[in-house]
């Protein structure tokens, strides 16, 4: 126990010194008679040290030469096939939250894992919704998001997108109708895109969905599902209060049609009314995922589903991945059961809102809108100006934006940009909005 202990100490003490530079890249580490005799501890334990510090990245043994300290740099960039070939690039146009401060939690859960006795159960598949265990620890972390189900109704999906995808293939057939705001989230309509469904836009007011257009729609068109969402839309901003949640199911009660909840973004707002899952839990299939809270590359996500559903959407799971990964499970539950993700939504939570502040005041001369907890906004241009040729300026000064069409359900996108705010790190955001402001106040019209 006592030697486990020393052990530790050892590697923290070199990880500690070899993270803050104290220990440069390239120098040569004692050699483990040396370590063992200046620690006074056995040679075994000195490999140990020098074994656990190579797994952690740190260090490198190079046969017949010595152990080496690695270089720390890494590639911290962008996916390359995101980047435009200019020196520097601010990507507004996808949010992926910084994970710097979780890389040691990281190491850490790793770390245990690789000591836990669960470790075999990497190797084996899971079932294609997750384990029961698994699915309890996202059900006890659902209640903070006001919704109280079994952990048999929630599903353990790869992602948001993925939970999109395997809704829409289980509950609709080829020619079926989806209404979805005039403006959504675009992964949306390319799912329903690959899986020939018809999207019926439905309009939108300053604080949410037209209500009476949508329920002329379902009124004349027979809709299977509503996709909608109601804490912080993307790309509009909204939350819905809870009146409207209320109409909301009510019309999709009155007409038989499904609701789609996501709730991708809903951990940034939390003073929201229930989710629509509150109000229609037997016809609403909630998804969100642990993307923009933890870590993009994660790809962890969950469904709600009410009981009717449940075979159908674990069909559609099944024949997509046969079942969850494993590993990337592993250490999301850790971070669920642990605190750490509750303390991790209160860190996003008040960078968005440090980031939205910022856009506000860059952008304060031009028709900016955005909830004041979203990561993103939304910036309709001036006439004439047009939102392809302005996101095409932008880009080519190492600035990229979506632009509206690729959020639109309708032929006639607006010229509008939809800035991502989560990914430029803090200290250069405000230079980048400055940019966007000159550009768009100066362009030639
Ligand atoms: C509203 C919305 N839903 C779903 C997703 C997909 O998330 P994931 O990365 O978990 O697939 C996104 C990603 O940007 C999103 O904005």
């Known amino acids: 126990m006592a030697g486990t202990a020393r052990y530790k100490q050892i590697v923290d003490e070199l990880a500690t010194a070899i993270r803050a530079g104290d220990l440069a890249a390239g120098t040569r580490l004692s050699t483990?008679?040396?370590?063992?005799?200046?620690?006074?501890?056995?040679?075994?334990?000195?490999?140990r040290v020098y074994t656990e510090l190579a797994a952690m990245g740190l260090v490198s043994g190079e046969t017949g030469r010595g152990t080496y300290v690695r270089d720390q740099q890494g590639f911290h960039g962008i996916d390359a096939d995101r980047a435009l070939p200019v020196a520097r690039v601010a990507d507004l146009s996808f949010n992926q939250p910084h994970t710097g401060e979780h890389i040691e939690n990281l190491r850490q859960a790793l770390r245990n894992l690789a000591g836990s006795g669960d470790l075999e159960s990497v190797l084996y598949q899971h079932p294609p919704a997750g384990r029961s265990r698994d699915r309890a620890i996202v059900a006890t972390h659902l209640l903070d998001r006001g919704i109280d189900v079994a952990p048999d109704h929630v599903l353990l999906t790869h992602g948001a997108q993925h939970g999109i995808t395997t809704v829409l293939s289980a509950i609709t057939r080829p020619g079926d109708i989806i209404a979805a705001d005039d403006l959504t989230y675009p992964g949306l309509l390319l799912a329903a895109r690959t899986q020939h469904l018809d999207i019926a836009p439905v309009p939108h007011t300053t604080t949410g969905p037209d209500l009476s257009a949508l329920e002329a729609l379902c009124s004349s068109r027979p809709v299977r599902a509503m996709y909608t969402q109601p804490t912080i839309h993307n790309p509009l901003g909204w939350t819905l209060?809870?009146?409207?949640?209320?109409?909301?199911?009510?019309?999709?009660?009155?007409?038989?049609?499904?609701?789609?909840?996501?709730?991708?973004?809903?951990?940034?707002?939390?003073?929201?009314?229930?989710?629509?899952?509150?109000?229609?839990?037997?016809?609403?299939?909630y998804l969100a995922s642990l993307s923009k809270s933890l870590a993009t590359g994660l790809r962890f996500?969950?469904?709600?589903?009410?009981?009717?559903?449940?075979?159908?959407?674990?069909?559609?799971?099944?024949v997509a991945t046969w079942g969850t990964n494993p590993l990337v499970t592993a250490l999301a539950t850790t971070w669920i059961a642990d605190g750490t993700l509750t303390e991790l939504e209160k860190t996003r939570r008040a960078d968005a809102r440090t980031r939205q502040h910022l856009a506000h005041t860059a952008l304060n001369t031009l028709d900016y809108t955005a909830h004041p907890a979203a990561y993103f906004g939304w910036l309709t241009l001036p006439p004439p100006l047009r939102a392809d040729t302005t996101a095409s300026h932008l880009a080519h000064a190492g600035v990229l934006i979506s632009t509206a069409d690729t959020f639109t359900t309708t032929p006639h996108p607006p010229h509008a940009l939809?800035?991502?705010?989560?990914?430029?790190?803090?200290?250069?955001?405000?230079?980048?909005l400055k940019h966007i402001h000159h550009t768009i106040t100066t362009l030639p019209t």
């Open 418 to 432: 939809r800035l991502a705010l989560a990914t430029t790190a803090l200290d250069d955001l405000p230079e980048v």
């Open 32 to 47: 483990h008679r040396e370590l063992a005799r200046t620690h006074k501890v056995a040679v075994a334990t000195a490999t």
């Open 241 to 285: 209060d809870a009146d409207t949640r209320r109409q909301l199911a009510g019309i999709a009660t009155r007409h038989d049609c499904l609701i789609i909840e996501d709730a991708t973004y809903a951990f940034l707002d939390d003073t929201a009314a229930p989710p629509l899952q509150h109000y229609a839990p037997d016809r609403t299939i």
């Open 301 to 318: 996500g969950y469904l709600v589903t009410p009981q009717p559903l449940r075979d159908a959407l674990i069909s559609s799971l099944r």
